[in-house]
């Protein structure tokens, strides 16, 4: 069974650029995630899905991150423009709907972004 | 509002011998509780979870963690570290069935000693 596939694996930008990530969740997972953790830190959530909802993106920056997960499975995360401070690793994780398991994350590789 | 302390930011041990890394966690009931391992440039793995059920539970790679209610606490042990066992450990809280916050610690990272 594949896991969650993210890319690009890395990414360089200028400030001001756009930029976009995207994540495959594991077939069959109803909620997926995605977290920016910044180096020495733990994982922050930015958004959580269920389906194509998006019902928690309280952490989400509105002004210049949105997140799309149009037919409720693969999803992208953009940020427009990006600032020096987006500079972190951007994970995705996906889990199943069901009783205990969906409180069970599994994660992507992540995409590290450097703004320069 | 559930919290999550990681309570070192390194733990250093020598091969061999015991691992101990510590969470404490604040919430207004018994919430789900997690560690999660993350070796460098790899995704996080998860290592055991706690939902109510017994409360020593045991994971993947020799790990186990018991909680304690009355100390909130969910600490991390294994009997004998191993040199594969350096990695960034995570501490999270949550519970998704309560539509709640999914809480990660700071991270704690083990470094084992030859």
């Known amino acids: 069974e594949a896991g969650v596939v993210q890319s690009p694996r890395y990414k360089i930008i200028e400030k001001k650029q756009p930029v976009a990530f995207w994540c495959n969740p594991i077939?069959?997972?109803?909620?997926l995630y995605w977290y920016l953790q910044n180096l020495g830190q733990g994982p922050e959530l930015l958004i959580r899905?269920?389906?194509?909802?998006?019902?928690?993106d309280s952490q989400l920056p509105k002004d210049r991150f949105s997140a799309e997960r149009l037919k409720g499975v693969d999803s992208t995360l953009k940020i427009q423009p990006a600032e020096l401070g987006d500079s972190a690793v951007y994970l995705c994780?996906?889990?199943?709907?069901?009783?205990?398991?969906?409180?069970?994350?599994?994660f992507g590789a992540g995409t590290r972004l450097s703004v320069l | 509002a559930q919290s999550v302390t990681q309570l070192d930011s390194h733990v250093s041990v020598s091969e061999g011998t015991p691992v101990l890394l510590r969470c404490n966690y604040s919430?207004?009931?018994?919430?789900?509780l997690f560690w999660y391992v993350q070796h460098p440039n790899k995704g996080l793995q998860l290592l055991l979870k706690?939902?109510?059920?017994?409360?020593l539970v045991k994971g993947i790679n020799g790990f186990e963690a018991e909680f304690k209610k009355s100390e909130t606490s969910f600490h991390l042990t294994k009997p004998s570290a191993h040199m594969s066992d350096a990695a960034e450990y995570f501490c999270?809280?949550?519970?998704?069935?309560?539509?709640?916050?999914?809480?990660f610690g700071k991270g704690t990272r083990l470094h084992i000693l030859p």
């Open positions: 994780a996906s889990s199943s709907g069901q009783g205990a398991a969906k409180n069970i994350q599994y």
């Open positions: 077939s069959g997972h109803n909620t």
């Open positions: 899905y269920e389906n194509e909802e998006a019902v928690d």
């Open positions: 919430s207004s009931y018994s919430p789900s």
């Open positions: 706690y939902t109510s059920a017994a409360t």
């Open positions: 999270v809280v949550s519970d998704l069935n309560r539509d709640d916050k999914i809480i």
